[in-house]
């Protein structure tokens, strides 16, 4: 391959006599929808307790990956990994609040490629890393080369009114009286918004929900779904640990042992994520509804992915960065209009670097 051909650009002109002339004329817009410290406990997925009504509608219609990993099991370098097509050992994105230009200034990204095409390219939420909740509704590492039009809803996160523990212990959660004044509906809204105003040119929309980021803020009637004494706890034989290396013990170690936390305490934490992602679906369910409105659907690709995964008490371990099957396995949802494997679940291993 000549040195001055990229192997991305070998690939598209290799497959270019593949592709129809009509394929090449209709010009696929892109619906990139992103949750924020997501892992598999979805309906889709097989939990038996979890309500996600608007991905399981999505991951019958599209082909749901059942295996698939994120490079890195922490926001900033997994974000910043699948959006560059780059490993974290090449963009250097190691840690949250790294800009990945510092290190690939002339980086291409995924939706800066669509832009450079002629699409309209928007973010419109967390794409990049975003310190959740400090950073909620600031554009801070959103990288304006990316897009068109760069958008960081506003949220009111813990400071939100509504019910919330009364205890330190534990992860923290509000239930709040209904989602006004929330991100991830504002996120809805502006989605909507944008599909509408640009439904007549190729689009990139890359909409970024926060939840079920911490802290778990959901309205009541999503916590009112799981009622505490319904929840099942991690089960975790005696010497689960015992063949743990040290050195993972000694990452985040405040997270092991279940942070302390009673088994109260636990069980709140659960319905607390568990509302909060079933509060995430209801958003990515209204925005899924309008592009079938619009008459958008059949001419969209549909990705729905989280950045990593997260540990809800397993190994005894909460929160992510590690690399238990929990932490580092993402959901992974592509609905792309007449593709032959719509509809059939996927056991190919993937990974997160291959959606660019």
């Not at 534990?170 to 509408?196: H, K, M, V, Y």
């Not at 170690?253 to 709140?268: A, C, G, I, T, V």
Request: overall charge positive; some cysteine; glycine content about 8%.
């Amino acid at each position: 391959m000549p040195s001055s051909l990229t192997r991305r650009a070998f690939v598209a002109a290799s497959a270019a006599p593949f592709v129809s002339r009509a394929a090449q004329r209709r010009r696929l817009n892109v619906l990139l929808l992103m949750a924020d410290d997501m892992n598999n406990v979805l309906g889709c997925y097989g939990h038996p307790r979890v309500k996600t009504p608007s991905l399981d509608r999505l991951a019958a219609q599209g082909v749901k990956f059942e295996r698939a990993y994120c490079q890195f099991p922490l926001c900033g370098p997994s974000r910043a990994s699948m959006l560059t097509g780059l490993r974290p050992q090449t963009t250097r994105v190691l840690g949250n609040n790294i800009d990945f230009r510092d290190f690939l200034p002339d980086a291409v990204t995924l939706p800066q490629l669509f832009r450079q095409n002629g699409y309209y390219a928007a973010r419109d939420g967390k794409m990049f890393h975003m310190n959740v909740p400090r950073g909620v509704g600031t554009n801070q590492f959103q990288d304006d080369a990316s897009w068109d039009l760069s958008y960081s809803p506003p949220g009111l996160e813990n400071k939100s009114p509504g019910e919330r523990p009364t205890r330190r212990e534990g992860l923290s959660w509000i239930a709040t009286p209904d989602t006004r004044g929330q991100a991830d509906t504002n996120a809805a809204d502006t989605a909507i918004e944008l599909l509408e105003k640009h439904r007549n040119r190729p689009f990139f929309l890359g909409v970024g929900f926060l939840r079920p980021h911490l802290p778990f803020v959901a309205p009541s009637r999503f916590f009112d779904l799981y009622p505490l004494n319904s929840l099942e706890l991690a089960q975790n034989p005696p010497d689960d640990l015992d063949d743990v290396p040290e050195a993972h013990k000694k990452v985040r170690p405040w997270l092991w042992n279940h942070m302390k936390m009673r088994e109260s305490d636990q069980r709140e934490s659960l319905r607390g994520y568990y509302a909060a992602t079933s509060y995430m679906d209801h958003e990515a369910g209204r925005v899924l509804a309008a592009l079938e409105k619009l008459g958008l659907a059949e001419r969209t690709v549909v990705v729905f992915v989280g950045d990593h995964g997260w540990n809800l008490g397993e190994h005894t371990r909460w929160q992510k960065m590690s690399l238990f099957e929990e932490s580092a396995r993402v959901p992974l949802i592509v609905r792309a209009p007449g593709t032959r494997g719509n509809g059939t679940p996927s056991r190919a291993l993937v990974e997160m670097v291959d959606i660019y």
